[in-house]
T-cell receptor
Framework: GAVVSQHPSRVICKSGTSVKIECRSL??????MFWYRQFPKQSLMLMAT?????????EQGVEKDKFLINHASLTLSTLTVTSAHPEDSSFYIC?????????????FGDGTRLSIL | RKEVEQDPGPFNVPEGATVAFNCTYS??????FFWYRQDCRKEPKLLMS???SGNEDGRFTAQLNRASQYISLLIRDSKLSDSATYLC??????????FGRGTSLIVHP
């Protein structure tokens, strides 16, 4: 159980393109999903917390107009990197936590490796 | 003081060795604790939850010390495949989970 699917796993595109990443909890409902970014050999960095039916909460320094988050249902959150530039190239990972309680563990998607040329 | 701290390592051990990592947390209101494993260029995967009474899963043992505010992970009979970064995660109810920066383990032949 507790499977989180993230799609696509790899994206290579030109500078200026907008890229949409989907995160789905396949066998549980997730009121809260988290979006992380990780640069090579660095720690996971939380970008935003996505709550179903409400606006996402962004961490300091993360531009909400640049990284659009939509949590449309209890099983789906999307992150759109708008007008991506080479410095946005990174490993983006989502995670979901069951709605049953805040003390449940997170389960991560496989991650999306984004490369902007 | 960081909310969750881990020794980044790397811990370099031979196959078959026993190795232990600690993770300290600063918020005494923390309620649940987890160890994750992250392989290079992959997503973190849940290794085990940490229960108050301590718990074991095969070669892995997790302990919680609330008085001193730390959790530990013990790996017995290390395998080459145990090489990874081990992340501790601390939850405080519905608050955002807090990750440690991870401890790197290298198991060599």
């Amino acid at each position: 159980g507790a499977v989180v699917s993230q799609h696509p796993s790899r994206v290579i595109c030109k500078s200026g393109t907008s890229v949409k990443i989907e995160c789905r909890s396949l066998d549980f409902q997730a009121t809260t999903m988290f979006w992380y970014r990780q640069f090579p050999k660095q720690s996971l960095m939380l970008m935003a917390t996505s709550n179903e039916g409400s606006k996402a909460t962004y961490e300091q320094g993360v531009e909400k107009d640049k990284f659009l988050i939509n949590h449309a249902s209890l099983t789906l959150s999307t992150l759109t990197v708008t007008s991506a530039h080479p410095e946005d190239s990174s490993f983006y990972i989502c995670s979901a936590r069951s709605s049953t309680g805040g003390n449940q563990p997170q389960h991560f998607g496989d991650g999306t490796r984004l490369s902007i040329l | 003081r960081k909310e969750v701290e881990q020794d980044p390592g790397p811990f370099n051990v031979p196959e078959g060795a026993t190795v232990a990592f600690n993770c300290t947390y600063s918020n005494s209101a923390s309620q649940s604790f987890f160890w994750y494993r992250q392989d290079c260029r992959k997503e973190p995967k849940l290794l085990m939850s940490v229960y108050s009474s301590g718990n074991e899963d095969g070669r892995f043992t997790a302990q919680l010390n609330r008085a001193s505010q730390y959790i530990s992970l013990l790996i017995r009979d290390s395998k080459l495949s145990d090489s990874a970064t081990y992340l501790c995660v601390v939850n405080r109810g519905s608050y955002i989970p807090t990750f440690g920066r991870g401890t790197s383990l290298i198991v060599h032949p």
